[in-house]
């Protein structure tokens, strides 16, 4: 069996200053196989994938491409030598090229006689390199047309002409909604035959299923487990990713959802024609008092513009939200924010958080009136990180006790929280939440959603927009489905589930039972 | 619920003897980076002390120092505001120049008493801060190229008004004792730095609106979703950068009893180089007021001990020209140590 091994990592450490970041990792990838490699955030996962990348430099442990022995210290461009590629989660695609161009731009023009580029015959041997991997993908189409899923086969074709035979996927599929990273496993499950093993980095348990053949979970740098897929379930990864102890705390958060609140007679928010960027007809809803409503469709439905709207991202074409009763100044976030609606945007990166500001910085950048601290004109440090550690504490901020470092240090999913502390620390009339849960890991996720459900049952009128089907159908009460910048279903009850929502998610044909909210 | 002391059992790390030796390493590179700069003043001032004991150290330099680079270092901190909001204003400069030479002119030349001449020196940095800040704002140009326009055209207004002459003559004694009396062999002008750098660092470290301007900074389209009304922080340091300028071009007239057109061009570049070498200091990693102030008082000792040592007029370029971009790496460098930390 050793043999045949693509990549083989035995007794791998790295430590990084007092965090033993990989303890005697084993792994490895079988040719052919495709191999999911799962871990919380903090587990090594990142850490192993650049120690493979030759991006960090292990301490100690074997490390062997194919028949070639990595030294302890190597470059990119040697593991690249040896036949290792990696697809990174921004894919590294150049939008405004074509499929053929991003392709050859790693691999060479084809050119004529005089050293011109040829562009029919890059284009012809991009198709060969595609149709070899049984992809439909046009190489003259602009790869910013593609969908994401797409995106990620033609950053996987791009390895394979490199003649890469061990591919590392590092969670090129975290932004990805649940039906293209199913049409991505197709993909991928297709190349097999081809020969190259595949890496999977990811934090989503369930896409694992019917693609990945082995799985290895990491957890607080140690491998927990090796394991064939077909031999395991959803629960028992669970449990080796958390560790036993931890798993029993996920389940009190997340084993009772949609534990029927009682909800306000009146709608809290109601939404009345609105029309913006991204929305193709007039949108038209209501969220009633402790009401968590889910919205949710592929990427580019218009979800996330809608979340934009409400949340002051953008300004409406028409159309108007009132909050009991008043209308809202969509459009003017600092006037929404006074009050109190919340809008946790799901451009963590772009639109989140102030990363060289500190967490404590991070929670109170507003002043809200009132006038006590945190929120009086003048800021008194200390009182101030008695307030942000008490935040730190109520939204599980780690490392709790050190607000004081910049918010760029900490890990995706406590950066959320921390943005979610920031947008809750005043009770919310109205939340709304866009993706809150895209690259975070499972630990936080149920935390995450724990935030939510507290905020909604405190009063909140809760919007989730997702792309996210086993989130909306979990934690939402009702959900409304978009499709192409229109609402194309609602769901409630028993009818909201995450395969009626990605099946209504791929078009009005298909539409769930009730119908058109807004043709009513 | 079992979840407690599950969650004090993963933050137990950070008390074990190896992450306390970790963090007192990392509270001495900490303490590196926030007070280098000021040991670095320190030891300049040592070196050249130790090379010329009779005239450097002496309280006449130091006097000298502190009063003749005040105007440069006003100059540094009115960019501090647009600095820290994400916006650069190099119209400073020409700011500094039209509010100069409309004190000293409308004082000397048509007679003005003190306090309007000089109000309207500084008013006149407001409304070009104002403009700028409108046509950032407003009109969401690049605050680079846009202060660049306008500070030319303020340049013209300047030539236009003061002839591109020294403006010279008696001024009212009062007006010119704000510029050369000293309390307790303090020059005033050098107290107006510290009082302007102090209220600047209250005001951006301590205030709502200061948390405000660095979130603008920081992240702007993060900090107008979280509320904050970015484009009336980011026109307001405008503002607060034209009246700085104009209180520098007040201040310099009467440091120097007369307006020399050259001064405020001149005074852009160490005004750039201290607010850069200043991001090094106290707060590193963000432009702050007191950093700024040590980093012109860095320079001008640099410089003046280089020329006491006999070092020719052409020595003061490469000194701040090359500080600049020193100053540039190490606040990148500071920047990708807090920024990467290990997963």
Aim: aromatic content about 6%.
């Amino acid at each position: 069996m050793t043999g045949v091994d693509l990549l083989s990592v035995s007794d791998v450490s790295k430590r990084f200053g007092g965090v033993q970041a990989l303890d005697d990792v084993d792994f490895e990838l079988r040719k052919g196989e495709i191999h999911a490699l799962l871990g919380e955030n903090g587990a090594g996962k990142s850490t192993l994938v650049k120690v493979l990348a030759g991006v960090v430099h292990r301490d100690s442990g074997d490390l062997r491409a194919g028949d070639r022995e990595l030294p302890l210290r190597f470059t990119p461009a040697d593991v690249a030598d040896a036949g290792v590629a990696f697809v990174h989660q921004d894919l590294g695609l150049l939008d405004h090229l074509s499929v053929a161009e991003n392709i050859a731009l790693s691999t060479g023009y084809q050119r004529r006689r005089g050293r011109l580029i040829s562009f029919r015959a890059t284009e012809q041997q991009v198709a060969r390199s595609l149709a070899r991997l049984r992809l439909s993908i046009d190489p003259r189409a602009p790869v910013g047309a593609l969908t994401q899923d797409e995106k990620v086969m033609v950053a996987v074709a791009r390895a394979f002409s490199l003649d890469a035979n061990a591919i590392v996927l590092d969670e090129v599929t975290s932004s990805l909604p649940a039906p293209e990273a199913a049409r991505l496993a197709d993909a991928l499950r297709s190349t097999r035959d081809a020969g190259p093993g595949i890496i999977y980095v990811t934090h989503r348990i369930d896409e694992i299923f019917g693609l990945a053949d082995r799985v290895t979970v990491l957890r607080d740098g140690r491998r927990v487990v090796t394991a064939e897929v077909v031999d395991t379930d959803h629960d028992q990864l669970v449990e080796w990713i958390l560790g036993p102890e931890a798993t029993a705390a996920v389940d009190a958060t997340t084993a009772h959802p949609r534990q029927r609140r009682q909800l306000g007679a009146e709608p809290l928010l109601v939404v009345r024609g609105l029309l913006g960027p991204g929305l193709h007809e007039p949108v038209s809803l209501t969220v009633a008092e402790g009401e968590i409503l889910g919205v949710c469709g592929l990427v580019g439905c218009g979800s996330r513009e809608l979340a934009g709207l409400l949340g002051g991202a953008a300004a409406p074409a028409s159309g108007e939200a009132l909050l009991e009763g008043r209308p809202l100044a969509l459009g003017r976030p600092s006037v929404l924010r006074d009050r109190g609606c919340a809008y946790v945007p799901g451009d963590r990166q772009g639109a989140g958080g102030v990363f060289n500001l500190s967490v404590r910085e991070n929670l109170f950048i507003k002043r809200f009136s009132g006038g006590a601290q945190p929120d009086a004109v003048i800021r008194r440090p200390r009182p101030e990180r008695v307030a942000a550690q008490r935040l730190a504490e109520r939204f599980d901020i780690r490392p709790r006790r050190r607000v004081d470092q910049p918010l760029a240090s900490l890990s995706g999913g406590n950066q959320q929280k921390a943005v979610l502390g920031r947008s809750l620390r005043r009770t919310p009339r109205l939340l709304v939440v866009d993706d809150p849960t895209a690259g975070v890991d499972v630990g936080s996720r149920g935390q995450v959603h724990a935030i939510i459900r507290d905020a909604a049952e405190q009063g909140a009128a809760v919007l989730l927009a997702s792309t996210d089907f086993d989130e909306v159908a979990v934690q939402a009460d009702r959900a409304l489905v978009m499709w192409q910048g229109r609402m194309s279903a609602e769901l409630s009850g028993s009818q909201l589930t995450s395969s009626n929502l990605a099946r209504a998610s791929y078009g009005r044909a298909r539409s769930g039972p009730e119908g058109d909210s807004h043709e009513r | 619920m079992s979840a407690d002391p599950q969650l004090d059992e993963r933050t137990a790390p950070a008390v074990t003897p190896e992450a306390a030796r970790r963090s007192s390493s990392e509270q001495a590179a900490d303490l590196t980076n926030r007070y280098g700069l000021l040991v670095l003043f320190v030891l300049v001032a040592a070196l050249f002390s130790l090379l010329k004991p009779e005239t450097f150290p002496t309280l006449e330099n130091v006097q000298t120092i502190a009063s003749t680079q005040a105007v440069i270092a006003l100059l540094a901190l009115a960019a501090i505001p647009p600095l820290i909001a994400g916006q650069f204003d190099v119209s400073i400069g020409f700011q500094l120049g039209l509010s100069q030479t409309l004190c000293a002119g409308l004082m000397i030349k048509n007679g003005w008493p003190a306090f309007p001449a000089a109000a309207a020196g500084v008013g006149s940095g407001v409304a070009v801060g104002l403009a700028n800040g409108l046509l950032v704002t407003r009109l969401r140009l690049n605050s680079f190229i846009t202060t660049l326009g306008v500070g030319t055209v303020v340049l013209g207004l300047t030539q236009l008004y003061g002839r591109d002459e020294t403006i010279s003559g008696a001024l009212p004694s009062s007006f010119s004792s704000l510029g050369q009396d000293q309390v307790l062999e303090i020059p005033l002008p050098f107290l107006y730095v510290v009082v302007v750098a102090v209220i600047l660092w209250l005001a951006m470290e301590y205030t709502s609106w200061g948390r405000e301007c660095h979130a603008t900074g920081g992240n702007p389209r993060a900090a107008l979703l979280a509320g904050v009304r970015t484009d009336r922080v980011t026109l307001q340091c405008f503002v607060l950068a034209g009246l700085l300028s104009g209180v520098a071009g007040v201040v310099s007239v009467s440091v120097l009893g007369a307006s020399a057109p050259t001064v405020g061009l001149g005074a852009l570049l160490p005004a750039y180089a201290a607010a850069f070498l200043g991001a090094t200091a106290f707060r590193p990693g963000r432009f702050n007021s007191l950093g700024t102030m040590v980093g012109i008082y860095l320079l001008a000792t640099g410089v003046t001990g280089l020329q006491s040592l006999g070092a020719q007029f052409y020595v003061e370029q490469l000194f701040y020209g090359g500080a600049l971009l020193i100053a540039l790496c190490a606040s990148a460098l500071v920047e990708r140590r807090r920024g990467g930390v290990p997963t």
